[in-house]
């Protein structure tokens, strides 16, 4: 079992900036933090979940094509926990910001949520124009 905790969503102005962080805990299913796949995901009213970012086991990054450019994946297997820095926000980055977990998912399935086993409760991130 994973536990996944999301922290740091709040308001922020156009073009501002918030770091969201993703606290995980558990027995992690007898392996560790650092064997997992974390990824971020989003929700806004009305709308399906969409892919962010994910970091696999190997520290390889990826990001959705709308966040390229502005936000930044990275996890610190240490403390186990990933972050989420998010430049230049704009009032379509307004969701629900989802942290989410897994193993073994293949690099083609990185942004399909129904590949991660355990998600955090989310946070709010909203934009105001």
């Known amino acids: 079992q994973v536990q996944l905790v999301e922290s740091g969503g709040g308001l922020v102005q156009t073009g501002g900036s918030l770091r969201l962080s993703c606290a995980a805990s558990?027995?992690?299913?007898?392996?560790?933090?650092?064997?997992?796949?974390l990824g971020w995901f989003r929700q806004a009213p009305g709308k399906e979940r969409e892919f962010v970012a994910a970091v696999r086991a190997n520290g390889h990054l990826y990001h959705g094509d709308s966040v390229k450019g502005r936000f930044t994946m990275s996890r610190d297997n240490a403390k186990n926990t990933v972050y989420l820095q998010m430049n230049s926000l704009t009032p379509q980055d307004t969701a629900v910001y989802y942290c989410?977990?897994?193993?073994?998912?293949?690099?083609?399935?990185?942004?399909?949520?129904?590949?991660?086993?355990?998600w955090g409760q989310g946070t709010q991130v909203t934009v105001s124009s």
């Open positions: 989410a977990a897994g193993r073994r998912i293949i690099l083609s399935a990185l942004s399909t949520a129904s590949q991660y086993d355990y």
């Open positions: 558990g027995s992690y299913s007898g392996s560790t933090f650092s064997a997992y796949t």
